[in-house]
């Protein structure tokens, strides 16, 4: 059984430059397969693309987004869609909401209040983001 997904992750944090904004999406594959009783998942990332601006330069439309994630269950051609849009306007990806099978979300209210105080630099950044991708993708 194959299963596609849409994730878009957003976080708010304060540089050494001023307030920015990282915006991380991918398009994975999900494999699945029994044995023996047991259920094994494989995830192939099929694109990813991470954006960050300061909050002055960032689109409106991000500058909006809650931080968080979104997770959406697509189907085939829905994802075949994607990956096209991709290659041509990839920042399209990160605001998108596509037609889906299944949505999971989660805003990071007090975890944005708890970071506001503290400074950080983007790889601290890109490697939360990153971790927080691989725990959706262990769900």
């Not at 991380?24 to 601006?53: C, M, P």
Request: hydrophobic fraction near 35%; avoid cysteine.
């Amino acid at each position: 059984m194959m299963n596609f997904y849409l994730t878009q992750s957003k976080k708010s944090y304060h540089s050494a430059d001023g307030d920015a904004i990282s915006m991380h999406s991918y398009l994975v594959i999900e494999s699945v397969t029994r044995s023996l009783g047991q259920e094994f998942k494989n995830h192939k990332l099929a694109w990813e693309a991470e954006d960050n601006w300061l909050l002055s330069d960032a689109p409106e439309k991000i500058i909006n987004m809650p931080n968080g994630y979104h997770r959406f269950e697509i189907s085939e051609p829905v994802f075949a869609s994607l990956r096209l849009l991709a290659e041509s306007q990839p920042k399209e990806l990160h605001t998108l909401t596509p037609f889906s099978k299944n949505r999971t979300s989660e805003t990071f209210i007090e975890q944005q209040k708890a970071e506001a105080r503290k400074e950080f630099h983007i790889h601290d950044v890109a490697k939360s983001i990153k971790q927080i991708f691989k725990d959706i993708m262990t769900v």
